[in-house]
């Protein structure tokens, strides 16, 4: 069964230190998010991704966070310098097409978590 | 802007009980879903909603589309240990993106 696939699972890092995230999407999936989701709400979209143009990134907070799909299917989310309000789970998903049946498809998600 | 009204916040049931919990907007929706979300991993789609009126079953789970297309609800019959966990709704919005309800966390009292 297709899945999406994120790396790593777990972060630690400091406050100051730049982190990674990489996300795989499901086969054929054009479109791509990036959620943060922190502990007992609901997933909040940072990034959206139409093939490799960003489509949505009005949340992404953009002086510490970049993201981008430079071939249109894996993505890469990067937190420079990374601060303590940062800790959260951060999920990518990806859904078939832009469209009116929008089912999006979550990853395992990465738990970042800085001291 | 659009937000979801989602209740109950959290529900102790015994094994056995049937559970029902829903989502309410201000907004019209094109489209609902419903996730379940283990501790430490991500949502997974149960089920998904696409006319106002719709029933939809997944098993024991069984989701409807409110008429005014502005609610949504899910039931799950019989409840087992395995249902443990937090069940979001999420609505489809004009632009397509998702609007999230903040989450019903089912507790299963042994």
């Known amino acids: 069964e297709a899945e999406v696939a994120q790396s790593p699972r777990y972060k630690i890092t400091e406050k100051s230190q730049a982190v990674a995230f990489w996300c795989d999407p499901i086969s054929g999936h054009a479109t791509l998010y990036w959620y943060r989701q922190i502990l007992g709400q609901g997933p909040e979209l940072l990034v959206q991704f139409q093939d490799e143009s960003v489509v949505d990134d009005s949340q992404l907070p953009k002086d510490r966070f970049s993201a981008e799909r430079l071939k249109g299917v894996d993505s890469t989310l990067k937190i420079q310098p990374a601060e303590l309000g940062d800790s959260a789970m951060y999920l990518c998903?990806?859904?078939?097409?832009?469209?009116?049946?929008?089912?999006?498809?979550f990853g395992p998600g990465t738990r970042l978590t800085v001291l | 802007g659009q937000q979801l009204n989602q209740s109950p916040q959290s529900m102790f049931i015994q094994e056995g009980e049937d559970v029902s919990m829903n989502c309410t907007s201000s907004s019209i929706f094109n489209t609902w879903l419903w996730y379940k979300q283990d501790p430490g991993e991500g949502p997974v789609l149960l089920i998904a909603l696409y006319k106002a009126g719709e029933l939809t079953s997944n098993g024991r789970l069984t989701a409807q589309f409110g008429i005014t297309r502005k609610d949504s609800f899910l039931n799950i019959s019989a409840s087992i240990p395995s249902d443990v966990g937090i069940y979001f709704c999420a609505g489809q919005s004009f632009n397509y993106q998702l609007i999230w309800g903040a989450g019903t966390k089912l507790i299963i009292k042994p």
């Open positions: 998903a990806s859904s078939y097409r832009d469209s009116g049946y929008n089912e999006q498809f």
